[in-house]
Nanobody
Framework: EVHLVESGGGSVQDGGSLRLACSAS????????MGWYRQAPGNECEPVSTIRPDGSTYYADSVKGRFTISRDNAKNTVYLQMNSLKPEDTSVYYCVADRRVWETRYGGRCGEVLKRYLDHWGQGTLVTVSS
């Protein structure tokens, strides 16, 4: 059983930075894609960024050039460095892991749909960006 625990959320001003971390415990595999989804009130559960075992990455258009994903396999941890944050980045951010993360947008609550479509998911961490 793999457990994902997010940390690093909080409140910042428009233009500020935060770094999220997701630590995987249990039978975590270096062969898994790891990444982040987010959900703002009233919005879909949307993919933000993914990093694959070979180091290749995916970024949503809305975060390209501002967010950077990285992973430390020795620590079973994935990071999301978020710079130039905007109020529209305000969301609950969820860490996910699966043999293949397809970066699909889902209707419904992230907490419910991620467990339906992905092998592993965290409980979420809130990021609030104020103007």
């Amino acid at each position: 059983e793999v457990h994902l625990v997010e940390s690093g959320g909080g409140s910042v001003q428009d233009g500020g930075s935060l770094r999220l971390a997701c630590s995987a415990s249990g039978s975590a595999s270096d062969d898994y894609d790891m990444g982040w989804y987010r959900q703002a009130p009233g919005n879909e559960c949307e993919p933000v960024s993914t990093i694959r075992p070979d180091g290749s990455t995916y970024y949503a258009d809305s975060v390209k050039g501002r967010f950077t994903i990285s992973r430390d396999n020795a620590k079973n941890t994935v990071y999301l460095q978020m710079n130039s944050l905007k109020p529209e980045d305000t969301s609950v951010y969820y860490c996910v892991a699966d043999r293949r993360v397809w970066e699909t947008r889902y209707g419904g609550r992230c907490g419910e749909v991620l467990k339906r479509y992905l092998d592993h998911w965290g409980q979420g961490t809130l990021v609030t960006v104020s103007s």
